[in-house]
């Protein structure tokens, strides 16, 4: 307790001195740690992926770990033993909350939003896995907590470290390579389809909170089909395809067009007053329960500036682009494609990370500007680094609640069963006033944002 009342003490003294510092809610500064400082961090999802994010913290000093699954928490439980366990993470911030810096979520969409948005209110660095959050309202009311706690964070689509995509955007936004961009494609492998909800009731297994893990959706009985990893493909819970690996496969586009411009205001980039953004979804089912098995979604994409007006396709399971998109390149199962009027970026990884220019021939031993993005020590230390003041995280809120708003309105408009014309504005679907339903549902009472 000694250090830590040192750090406290040095900290606020560093705030005092320094202008223009941004306090957090409880006296501390982003910008006060000592060198070689650790952070105090708290993960609450700790099985699973949550398994591998809770391990890129291993460099700093896990203070508490929150899971409501015992039986897939055991693994890391057990492997950081200093750490002080959970199920519920409300209680943790109600106990440890000052003895926390920095927080990681890892837990299923369902509740992303809930914890993060809690621990920022309590002036808390986040760090949370994609896709942000389940529905599009709750992007924004992360996005803007952020910014109104100034707190540093982080959304986990991790391709955004590697030095493939930070190079791809480079070279998408450079008119004198590529031209410029009126068109692109993103596409994936397809979803599990339809599934009825389970009749049986099991069990709850020893060790799940079942309640807890419920958080913020609809009450329902516990089925094995919902998890460990299930979940993703119900409605209740995750957000399909689209969420699974949107803000992975869609990474190169999204930040190469600079799409977030339609939310954040930007000196060059920013869109005409009134602009929206149009949205048409089919699919080979629509489900109450679940998401569909294929799905296509046109998104009609506004002017950002001086950059023309874009429009992105995509396609998860049945049709894919046309093949002569690819310029002679074989198609994948994957793919984030920019046609340019000069030529085309084209990734055929689902994370982003790696890229090829076409027509292949024309750009052989082709080199490009020189590189005008930092680059990274790696996603999670990226987020570290920038805790503590060190440098910026690539991929804050500030844009990737933006991505995440754009891809789920696919499944809004898909719901809506009609385009939707939607204002990036005031996060509003503005030719249909029913279909604004589906932006966000009723919480569980205990559970609101």
């Given at each position: 307790?000694s250090?830590?009342?040192?750090?406290?003490?040095?900290?606020k003294?560093?705030?005092l001195?320094?202008a223009?510092?941004?306090?957090?809610?409880d006296g501390?500064?982003?910008?006060?740690?000592?060198?070689?400082e650790?952070?105090?961090?708290?993960?609450?999802?700790v099985g699973?992926?949550?398994?591998?994010?809770?391990g890129?913290m291993?460099g700093?000093?896990?203070?508490a770990l929150?899971?409501v699954?015992?039986?897939?928490?055991?693994g890391n439980?057990?492997?950081?033993?200093?750490a002080?366990?959970f199920?519920d993470?409300?209680?943790?911030?109600?106990?440890?909350?000052?003895?926390?810096?920095?927080v990681?979520?890892s837990?299923?969409?369902?509740?992303?939003?809930?914890?993060?948005?809690?621990?920022?209110?309590?002036g808390?660095?986040?760090?949370?896995?994609?896709?942000?959050?389940?529905?599009?309202?709750?992007?924004?009311?992360?996005?803007e907590?952020?910014?109104?706690?100034?707190v540093?964070?982080?959304?986990g689509?991790?391709g955004s470290?590697?030095?493939?995509?930070?190079?791809?955007?480079e070279?998408a936004?450079?008119r004198?390579v590529?031209?410029?961009?009126?068109?692109?494609?993103?596409?994936?492998k397809g979803?599990?389809?339809?599934q009825?909800r389970?009749a049986?009731?099991?069990?709850?297994?020893?060790?799940l909170?079942?309640?807890?893990?419920?958080?913020?959706?609809?009450?329902?009985?516990?089925?094995?089909?919902?998890?460990p990893?299930q979940?993703r493909?119900?409605?209740?819970?995750?957000?399909?395809a689209m969420g699974?690996m949107?803000?992975?496969?869609?990474?190169?586009?999204?930040?190469a067009?600079?799409?977030?411009?339609?939310w954040?205001p930007?000196?060059?980039?920013?869109?005409?007053?009134?602009a929206?953004i149009?949205?048409?979804?089919?699919?080979?089912?629509?489900h109450?329960?679940?998401?569909p098995?294929?799905?296509?979604?046109?998104?009609?994409?506004?002017?950002?500036?001086k950059l023309?007006?874009v429009?992105?396709?995509w396609?998860n399971?049945?049709p894919?682009?046309?093949?002569?998109?690819?310029?002679?390149?074989?198609m994948?199962d994957?793919?984030?494609?920019?046609?340019g009027?000069?030529?085309?970026?084209?990734s055929?990884?689902?994370?982003?990370?790696?890229?090829v220019?076409?027509?292949?021939?024309?750009?052989?031993?082709?080199d490009?500007p020189?590189?005008?993005?930092?680059?990274?020590p790696?996603?999670?230390?990226?987020?570290?680094?920038?805790?503590?003041g060190?440098?910026?995280?690539?991929?804050?809120?500030?844009v990737g609640?933006?991505q995440?708003e754009?891809?789920?309105l696919?499944n809004?408009?898909?719901?809506?069963?009609?385009?939707?014309?939607?204002?990036?504005a005031?996060?509003?679907?503005v030719?249909?006033?029913?279909?604004n339903?589906?932006?966000?549902?009723?919480?569980r009472?205990?559970?609101?944002?």
């Amino acid at each position: 307790m000694s250090g830590r009342s040192n750090r406290r003490t040095f900290l606020k003294k560093a705030a005092l001195g320094t202008a223009g510092l941004t306090l957090l809610g409880d006296g501390r500064s982003a910008m006060g740690y000592q060198a070689n400082e650790k952070l105090n961090i708290a993960c609450v999802g700790v099985g699973g992926r949550g398994g591998g994010n809770t391990g890129a913290m291993g460099g700093e000093n896990l203070v508490a770990l929150c899971d409501v699954d015992g039986r897939s928490a055991a693994g890391n439980f057990k492997r950081f033993p200093q750490a002080k366990q959970f199920a519920d993470f409300r209680k943790m911030f109600d106990e440890m909350h000052k003895q926390i810096d920095a927080v990681v979520v890892s837990t299923p969409d369902h509740t992303h939003a809930v914890v993060c948005n809690a621990a920022m209110k309590l002036g808390k660095h986040v760090y949370c896995e994609k896709p942000l959050t389940r529905t599009v309202h709750e992007a924004r009311v992360l996005r803007e907590t952020a910014a109104k706690q100034k707190v540093v964070t982080q959304m986990g689509n991790q391709g955004s470290a590697s030095e493939g995509l930070r190079r791809a955007v480079e070279l998408a936004r450079s008119r004198a390579v590529v031209g410029e961009v009126k068109e692109a494609h993103v596409w994936l492998k397809g979803g599990n389809g339809p599934q009825d909800r389970p009749a049986d009731r099991p069990e709850v297994p020893e060790g799940l909170d079942w309640d807890l893990w419920l958080g913020p959706a609809p009450e329902r009985p516990y089925h094995p089909c919902y998890v460990p990893f299930q979940w993703r493909n119900w409605r209740s819970f995750g957000t399909g395809a689209m969420g699974d690996m949107g803000c992975h496969t869609s990474n190169i586009a999204f930040r190469a067009l600079r799409l977030d411009a339609l939310w954040n205001p930007h000196p060059l980039y920013s869109p005409a007053a009134g602009a929206i953004i149009r949205v048409e979804a089919e699919a080979s089912e629509i489900h109450a329960e679940t998401y569909p098995s294929s799905m296509q979604v046109r998104y009609e994409l506004p002017a950002r500036g001086k950059l023309p007006p874009v429009t992105l396709t995509w396609y998860n399971g049945g049709p894919k682009p046309p093949e002569d998109r690819l310029l002679g390149h074989k198609m994948t199962d994957y793919g984030c494609l920019l046609v340019g009027a000069e030529g085309s970026v084209f990734s055929e990884c689902p994370w982003n990370t790696r890229f090829v220019m076409l027509p292949q021939k024309k750009f052989e031993g082709f080199d490009g500007p020189r590189p005008s993005l930092p680059r990274s020590p790696g996603h999670h230390a990226e987020w570290i680094s920038a805790c503590k003041g060190e440098s910026k995280a690539f991929s804050p809120f500030a844009v990737g609640s933006c991505q995440t708003e754009m891809l789920l309105l696919g499944n809004v408009a898909l719901l809506a069963g009609k385009p939707i014309e939607y204002d990036p504005a005031t996060g509003k679907v503005v030719n249909d006033a029913d279909a604004n339903r589906f932006l966000h549902r009723t919480y569980r009472a205990g559970w609101e944002l």
